[in-house]
C-alpha cells in the first residue's frame, strides 16, 4: 500500500479468534470504506521457545505449524500479487479451517486445501510449492516481532493497530460471534475508543464460549453457554 492504512491486522490463519475477528472487521470496513493491510503472525513462532507437549494439547503443535506454512504461501502471494491479493487469499484458507465441519480440516495435509484457497482467490495454483519454503519463515519472524514490538510480549493473535503509525495499536478483541452490522459498528467503536484513551493497558476475562464456528460444531444452543474455551468444561461446586 502507498499510504497508510487505517487498520493494520496481524493474523495466523489457523486462530479460531483472529478469523472471527476478521470478519467483524470486514463487515465495518464494508460498511465504513475503511483500508485494512493484512499482516503476518505466526503462533509457531511466536511460541518456538515453549515445550508444546508439556504447555498446549497434542493437536496445537501441528495446527500452529500449519499456520506457520500458510503464510509463506501468503508471504509469496504478497510479493508475486501485492497485499490485496493477501486481503482475498486470508478468508479463502481461513474458511476451509474455520467454516467446516468438525473433523474436516486435516492440518497435516494442506495440499488439496491451500489449492483450492489460491484457485479461489484468483491466484496461481502452483503457489502451493511455497508451503515448504523456509527461506520465508525469517521475513514472518520479522512480521511477528513487528507486531509484539507494538503491543508487549505475552499476547496472542490477532494484534490490530489503528491509525498507524502513531495511532493505537493492541491483542483482540477476542470475540466469539460475530455481531450483526449494527452492533459491528458499536463494537468497533468501543473498542477504539477504549484502545486510545491514553493509558489504558487492560480489560481481560478468561471465562468464554466456545467460537460459534461450524469447526467447533456449536450449535445456537451451545453458543450461548459461557465455559472457560480453553481449559474445558468446569463443574460448579454444589
Known amino acids: 500500500m502507498s499510504e497508510q492504512p487505517d487498520v493494520r491486522f496481524w493474523f495466523d490463519p489457523v486462530c479460531p479468534f483472529a478469523w472471527m475477528t476478521s470478519k467483524w472487521v470486514r463487515t465495518v470496513q464494508r460498511q465504513r470504506g475503511d483500508t485494512v493491510e493484512w499482516r503476518f503472525i505466526s503462533l509457531r513462532l511466536l511460541n518456538a521457545h515453549v515445550d508444546y507437549d508439556s504447555h498446549f494439547p497434542p493437536e496445537y503443535e501441528a495446527g500452529h505449524t500449519a499456520g506457520l506454512r500458510m503464510l509463506r504461501v501468503c508471504a509469496q502471494v504478497r510479493?508475486?500479487?501485492?497485499?490485496?491479493?493477501?486481503a482475498r487469499l486470508y478468508p479463502a484458507l481461513s474458511s476451509q479451517v474455520f467454516e467446516v465441519g468438525p473433523d474436516h480440516y486435516d492440518p497435516t495435509d494442506l495440499d488439496a486445501l491451500v489449492r483450492s484457497a489460491l484457485v479461489e482467490a484468483g491466484l496461481p495454483e502452483d503457489l502451493v510449492r511455497h508451503l515448504e519454503d523456509t527461506d520465508r519463515d525469517a521475513q514472518i519472524q520479522a512480521e511477528t516481532d513487528e507486531a509484539l514490538a507494538l503491543t508487549g510480549k505475552d499476547v496472542g493473535t490477532p494484534i490490530l493497530h489503528v491509525a498507524p503509525p502513531e495511532g493505537a495499536a493492541f491483542f483482540g478483541p477476542v470475540i466469539s460471534r460475530l455481531p450483526s452490522d449494527e452492533d459491528a459498528l458499536r463494537l468497533w467503536d468501543h473498542v477504539v475508543g477504549l484502545a486510545t484513551f491514553p493509558g489504558f493497558a487492560e480489560l481481560?476475562?478468561?471465562?468464554?464460549?466456545?467460537?460459534?464456528?461450524?469447526?467447533?460444531?456449536?450449535?445456537?444452543?451451545?453458543?450461548?453457554?459461557?465455559?472457560?474455551?480453553?481449559?474445558?468444561?468446569?463443574?460448579?461446586?454444589?
Open 79 to 86: 510479493d508475486d500479487h501485492g497485499p490485496e491479493a493477501v
Open 204 to 238: 481481560k476475562r478468561s471465562l468464554r464460549e466456545r467460537p460459534q464456528l461450524p469447526s467447533f460444531g456449536v450449535t445456537e444452543q451451545e453458543a450461548g453457554q459461557a465455559e472457560d474455551w480453553h481449559a474445558g468444561s468446569r463443574r460448579q461446586k454444589k
